[in-house]
Structure formats: structure tokens, C-alpha cells
């Protein structure tokens, strides 16, 4: 069988998770392979329950019977792990090491991490992180001086590496800031107390994953992030640590690239961004911005899952699509948040082209600094007035709505096989891979 792929093609936040909550019942193994705890994806538990918000457990949790996969690409912070399974267990859902097991390669985000995460972002060379320590731990990783979640078979070892951290990071601090020895022995001592109840968790997920395939069983993996914060491929160096292509997912997991099946990539049909770093089209108009962002706290407003913060906003834009499905050979598009479209007003923009240095262009130039030279060319479509969340076939559209829809795949020359017109998992028009309208 397959290793099918669901991947974000924009800047995150495109609604991965509510896709991969749709899909997840069809799939044996549903795994995470990149990332970290800087990622959040939402689903929906059970039939009434409040949305839950998943950072670092893969999204098939909210179906029993499933196993769940944390691959060795994945930067995992016990502490936080800790705090999610609690919530899943609040949500009436189960986590134990039946349905969840863990790469022992994964590489440990440790308390310093977090520390020096936070020093920074406080600082004046902030990157607009989610403060999670995802990129100390992995430049610890990428100097060979990272501690894999296989350490913690070693617990003498790992509180040293942990306390070690700590102090060094403690005595770089102005005196008054500074923690007294015995508070940093505890809290590392607490931290590795965390980390050890993971142990029953800890698998050689690579052959796991592997032997699942050879025996028939059908794969899902999950991207964290997207693509536009790859850091081979996105916006450098407004990116995230690790890869989020599909060939960084295949890498993070141990998948060899022959069994990779479907890839489903996920837009939204309006476009945001958390952080800094250019973005071509955003609106600048606040009050527009705010319209399109919605309140805080409804489940589809545009906020951080993880950092609450308020998501930049801008218009539709098909040129960096265009980059995200070549790189990861999408095969198929989800459209998630059409119903969001009507927000931007009676008409809106979508950016077909850019003109950089008076050059036009229909791919985006792959770096932060080229992408602030660019200008959109817009072509402009009427929205709607209608009410889509209760729309579940195509063909019940409004025309204004199919246009959005056909204008994606005509520019794209990818099928648009799922919209989403809501958060729930049951608010989505399916279609065949081979419909154009």
C-alpha cells in the first residue's frame, strides 16, 4: 500500500487539521514527521465536543482504533506533550502506547531551548517565533550536539544534559535574573520525570511505519507547518526549523519515496500569516483586516492554535501556490474557509502574477528579501452574499462561489477535489479528482 501525504501550501494555519480529521478514518496510520510543538492543528473530537487543539499527537487520535505516529523529524517537548495528552483524555479520547508510539530518534526540545527562545524573541532580534525552542533544539540537532528521546533509557546522563543547559543559560543572565542552583535542579529534575513517562511510548518508528506498509495497512502523514516555511524552500529566513515538503515528511518518517501515494495539498481561500516577513498582498486597510480575521476565540477566526496571536491578512494569492505545488507535486487541492471569501467585501483580489523588478512573473521568488520587491497583479471576482455552511454539493454553489473555485484550478492545473465551508468535520463539499465544474 501507500503512504498518502497532506501538506500546507501557504504559511500554516491553511486548516491542515480539519482535512486530516476528515480523512483520518479511512487511513490504518496517521503519523507526524516534522515539527514541532510550534504547530497546532484543530479536530473535532466527538459529535458535540468543543474543538481540540493538537500540537504534537497526530490528528487520527480523534478516531479509535487508529495508530498514531510521532516520526524522528519531529523536535518533541515532553512537557508540552504532557499537557496535550491531558487535554485529549479531558475530551473523552484515549492516548496510551496502543494507538501512539514515539521515534526514539526524535530530538529532545529541551527547558533551555524554550529559555533562550523566549530571551530572544524579547530581544531585537526577534524572528516572531512561537517561542517554543524548536530552532535551539535544532541547531543542537544540526551541530551534533542534540539529546534524542533515546537518552531517556539513560536518565543520569539526560538530567545532566538538562541541568548543563540550564545553568549555562542562567549564568549568561544579568545577576538580579538570575535563578538560584537549587531552582534549577528542580525544575530539571521535574522535566525529567516528564520525559521518562514516555519511555512505554519510545519505538523504532521507522520500521514500525515500514512494516505497517508491507503489511497492506493504508499511511497518512500529516504536515506541520507548510510550505513557504520550509527552510530549504520557503521565504529564508522568515521560515521554521525544519523541512515541511513532501520529501521532508517522507525523510522525517523513513518512508523511501516509491511508497508515496496521494498528495493532497491545502490552501485557504483567504490567505493570513503570523510573524513578520513579507507578505505580497496583504490588506492593509485594519478595519478590512479585522473583518476578514473574524473575533478571537470562534473556532475559524484567524489567530494562532498556538500563540493566540492575531494572523496578518491578505488577499488570495496563486503565484506562491504555484511554487508550493511544483516543489511538492500536489496532486489534488482541498479549499478550506470559501465561505470566509464574501468577508473581504463585493469584489475580491487575487494576486495571478507578480512584477519583480519589472519583470513579470507567475512563481514567487523563494526568499524573504525578493518576495518584499514584488507587486501582485490582481484579477478581481465578485463574491457572494449566500450562505455556504449548509451547502454540501458543488453543484448548489452559487455562480460567483464556482468562479473562486474554477479560477484555482484553471491558473493551477490541479483539481479542486475539497472545500471547506465551515470548521466541522461534516462542513465540506467532496468532489471527484477529475471535476472542473
Known amino acids: 500500500m501507500s503512504l498518502d501525504v497532506i501538506v500546507g501550501l501557504q504559511r500554516g494555519d491553511e486548516g491542515k487539521g480539519r482535512f486530516v480529521d476528515l480523512m483520518a478514518g479511512n487511513y490504518d496510520v496517521i503519523a507526524r514527521a516534522n515539527g514541532g510543538a510550534n504547530a497546532g492543528h484543530t479536530v473535532i473530537p466527538k459529535s458535540g465536543h468543543e474543538p481540540l487543539a493538537l500540537h504534537q499527537v497526530p490528528s487520527g487520535v480523534a478516531y479509535p482504533g487508529k495508530l498514531n505516529i510521532i516520526g524522528g523529524g519531529v523536535y518533541l517537548d515532553p512537557r508540552r506533550l504532557k499537557e496535550e495528552m491531558e487535554s485529549i483524555h479531558a475530551a473523552g479520547l484515549a492516548v496510551t502506547p496502543d494507538n501512539l508510539r514515539i521515534s526514539e530518534a526524535a530530538h529532545l526540545v529541551l527547558p533551555h531551548h524554550v529559555l ?7 530581544g531585537q532580534n526577534a524572528q516572531g517565533s512561537t517561542k517554543a525552542g524548536i530552532a535551539y533544539a535544532a541547531a543542537d540537532k544540526y551541530l551534533r550536539e542534540g539529546v534524542r528521546l533515546e537518552t531517556i533509557a539513560e536518565p543520569k546522563v539526560l538530567l545532566e544534559r538538562v541541568l548543563d543547559g540550564l545553568q549555562k543559560v542562567n549564568a549568561s543572565l544579568p545577576s538580579a535574573a538570575q535563578r538560584p542552583i537549587k531552582e534549577l535542579e528542580n525544575e530539571a529534575r521535574d522535566w525529567l520525570a516528564e520525559a521518562i513517562d514516555l519511555k512505554p511510548y519510545l519505538d523504532d518508528t521507522t520500521s514500525l511505519v515500514n512494516d505497517r506498509l508491507k503489511a497492506g495497512q493504508n499511511v497518512l502523514a500529516e504536515g506541520a507547518q507548510a510550505f513557504w516555511l520550509d527552510i530549504n524552500h520557503g521565504m529564508y529566513p522568515a521560515v521554521t526549523s525544519s523541512s515541511t515538503t513532501v520529501i521532508g515528511l517522507l525523510d522525517g518518517l523513513g518512508v523511501a519515496p516509491k511508497h508515496l501515494g496521494k498528495v493532497t495539498g491545502v490552501t485557504k481561500a483567504v490567505k493570513s500569516h503570523v510573524g513578520g516577513g513579507p507578505l505580497v498582498t496583504e490588506v492593509t486597510d485594519q478595519h478590512l483586516a479585522d473583518t476578514v480575521r473574524g473575533p478571537l476565540g ?21 503565484v506562491e501556490l504555484r511554487n508550493a505545488i511544483l516543489v511538492n507535486g500536489v496532486d489534488e487541492l482541498a479549499i478550506s474557509k470559501l465561505d470566509h471569501v ?93 471535476a472542473h465544474g
Open 116 to 122: 533562550l527562545d523566549n530571551l530572544r524573541e524579547a
Open 298 to 318: 470562534k473556532t475559524d477566526s484567524e489567530y494562532g492554535v498556538t500563540t493566540k496571536r492575531p494572523r496578518r491578512i491578505g488577499y488570495p494569492d496563486l
Open 342 to 434: 464574501s468577508r473581504y467585501g463585493p469584489v475580491v483580489p487575487i494576486a495571478t502574477s507578480y512584477t519583480y523588478r519589472g519583470k513579470h512573473r507567475l512563481t514567487a521568488p523563494p526568499s524573504a528579501r525578493d518576495l518584499a520587491e514584488c507587486q501582485p497583479n490582481y484579477k478581481r471576482l465578485k463574491t457572494w452574499s449566500q450562505e455556504l455552511s449548509d451547502v454540501r454539493r458543488y453543484e448548489d454553489l452559487p455562480q460567483a462561489a464556482v468562479d473562486f473555485v474554477q479560477l484555482f484550478e484553471t491558473e493551477l492545473e490541479v483539481p479542486v477535489t475539497k472545500i471547506g465551508v465551515g470548521p466541522w468535520r461534516n462542513q465540506v463539499i467532496l468532489r471527484k479528482p477529475n
